[in-house]
C-alpha cells in the first residue's frame, strides 16, 4: 500500500512560479513510477509529469516542457514539480499518483498519458493562475 501527501499549491499570476512537493509512505521500488497529474474542471485528467522512483528517467507532457521539471529528494520517497511561467491554462486540480511499475508500462511512446492506470493517487493541491 501506498499513501501520497501533496502540498504546495496556491495562486499566482501568470508568469509565476510554484512548486508543488509529493511525500510517499509505503514500499515503492526504483522501477515504480511516481508523478503528476492535473484535472480542470470539465475537462478530463492529464498526465504532466512522470520519474521512475530510482531517478533515472523523466517524461513529461509536451504542453508543460521547458517549463516544469519533476524532481526527487534526497528521501526517495519526495517527488517535486517546479512550475515556471505558469499559464492561466494551467490551472487546475494537481494530483500525486504512484504505480508499482515502470512509468513506460502501456503507453510507451507517450508514458503521460493513461492516468486511470495509477492506482495510488493523493488528496490533490489546487493551482490557480490568473492572467
Known amino acids: 500500500q501506498v499513501q501520497l501527501v501533496e502540498s504546495g499549491g496556491g495562486s499566482v499570476q501568470a508568469g509565476g512560479s510554484l512548486r508543488l512537493s509529493c511525500a510517499a509512505s509505503g514500499v515503492l521500488y526504483s522501477h515504480n513510477c511516481m508523478g503528476w497529474f492535473r484535472q480542470a474542471p470539465g475537462q478530463e485528467r492529464e498526465g504532466v509529469a512522470l520519474?521512475?522512483?530510482?531517478?533515472?528517467?523523466?517524461y513529461y507532457a509536451d504542453s508543460v516542457k521547458g517549463r516544469f521539471t519533476i524532481s526527487q529528494g534526497n528521501a526517495k520517497n519526495t517527488v517535486y514539480l517546479e512550475m515556471n511561467s505558469l499559464k492561466p491554462e494551467d490551472a487546475a486540480m494537481y494530483y500525486c499518483?504512484?504505480?508499482?511499475?515502470?512509468?513506460?508500462?502501456?503507453?510507451?511512446?507517450?508514458?503521460?498519458?493513461?492516468?486511470?492506470?495509477?492506482?495510488?493517487w493523493g488528496q490533490g493541491t489546487q493551482v490557480t493562475v490568473s492572467s
Open positions: 499518483a504512484a504505480r508499482l511499475i515502470s512509468c513506460t508500462q502501456f503507453n510507451p511512446i507517450n508514458p503521460t498519458r493513461g492516468w486511470s492506470d495509477y492506482p495510488y
Open positions: 520519474m521512475t522512483t530510482g531517478g533515472t528517467e523523466t
